[in-house]
């Protein structure tokens, strides 16, 4: 194993002179959450009628986009551990659980797409599931071993980086989906069409990923808890980020991290994550009917979200290099709050309720785009901080979980509640529906998260090994 000064880091160079042997499996690390971010998106345009030709109603349909979150969050949980577990014990642990995660990729791959064979929808709703365990899963892994490896003051900007291909692999799914509604023929039997090659496209790509992580993928011990046991000096290999008045001989030392810290930092991914799930929930159908416009319209408005995210996670990485990580974190916030109010078409009793113009929807609509992103990378980077030398794979397993649940709860209620607000006023619905109530309660979400980032500042500093001998506060 390597000294701990000599620990390559991720940027591409060691000492300036030498080629960065992470190269390839941080190539693969981007492959791969950006295609299983795909694997959620692209299914849901021919998921209804797919489950449809096999015979599901519309409730089982909503059921099976529910379940694939449900199997994101166990696996977050469930990998998590592992990852821990493997890593104490195994020099090669994060590959043996990367692999046993895109196994379940490929399983339930193989489920969904065999489900129009045996025509069952269950088999078809357990292969979403198994997708979900494999991408809740991977996001786990892929984000400790990140955040184990890379020196601390560049955990952002590398968080940043792969948060960029998750993104971007949701908001690009639907545009991969169209490129096989053209595809229509059979092979002994088996059909290949626009809503089973899908499936055949995730199934392969998971097949290939798992060789190239069986090929390429060689990593390093992990330098926590399982060097910390050994007497390695973690802040040697951190780059003397953490403060430590003696050396581990047994992990003893190792306190407890800022639960207080952790937990508002859950809620701020938490909001972030419901703000995104009604976004993608409610876009399509409300700009369809309040503006007219059509589905080319909604590509295209699509795409500029993709172009928007991309061009923000690079704002990010270098704003990370100048701007302390609470202040980015508190200009997410309010970047989500601008977001929502602007989306807010008037408020509930006004005299003369109007309907959501489209400049201002373009406002908000970016402001919220700009806002995920921004938050979502900058709350796992400032959690990996304050975890510090703690085992991180559990907490992030609960982290991601947490960020899982919005997208189970959220396509429902942003529904449900561009209805529920006209009810509530009794007067007829615009076309598309009012949005007061829906942005109102996101606008709160974000005002909430910005009061808990003020009155639980210090909180969030990173780890220290004592409350005196406080060093590298990101405040």
Known sequence: M????????????????????????????????FFSC???????PSLQPYLSRNGASAYFYGSTVAIYSVGEMIGAILFGKVYERMTVYSKTGAKATLLMCIAFGIVGSFMYVIGDVVTSPWTIFWGRALQGLWTGGKQ?????????????????????????????????????GALFTSINFQIGGVAFDAYTSPGWFILALCVGIFFLVVVYFDP????????ARKGINLNESRGGKYSMDKSMDDGSNLSAPNARGLTILLLIFVIHFFSFAIQETITTPFVLEAYGWNQRDVN?????????????????????????????????????????????????????????????????????TVAFPFGRNVSLSVFSKILGPTPQGAWFGWMFAAGALPRIVGPSWSLFALDLACQVEHMKCFLGGRTWLEFMVSGGF????????FVFRRDMRPYSYSDVNRVGEML
Do not use: H
Not at 317 to 327: A, I
């Open 140 to 176: 786990v892994v892929e984000q400790t071993y990140l955040s184990e490896t890379a020196p601390a003051d560049r955990v952002t900007e590398l968080t940043t980086e792969l948060g960029t291909f998750a993104i971007l692999g949701f908001v690009c799914g639907p545009s991969f």
């Open 300 to 368: 295209l408005l699509f795409v500029g979200v993709g172009v928007v995210s991309l061009l923000t996670s690079v704002v990010v990485k270098y704003l990370s290099r100048v701007m302390s990580d609470y202040n980015l974190l508190v200009t997410s916030l309010f970047v989500g709050l601008g977001g929502s109010l602007f989306l807010i078409d008037s408020f509930p009793g006004a005299e003369k309720p109007i309907t959501l113009p489209l400049s201002r929807f373009f406002i908000g609509f970016t402001l919220i």
């Open 220 to 227: 390093e011990p992990s330098p926590r808890y399982g060097e």
């Open 2 to 33: 390597k000294a701990a000064g000599e620990r390559t880091s991720l940027l591409g160079r060691q000492g300036g002179d030498k080629e960065d042997p992470t190269l390839r499996w941080r190539i693969l690390f981007y492959v791969n959450v």
């Open 446 to 453: 974000f005002a909430v998260g910005l009061v808990a980032a």
């Open 38 to 44: 795909v694997s959620f998106s692209i299914i849901l």
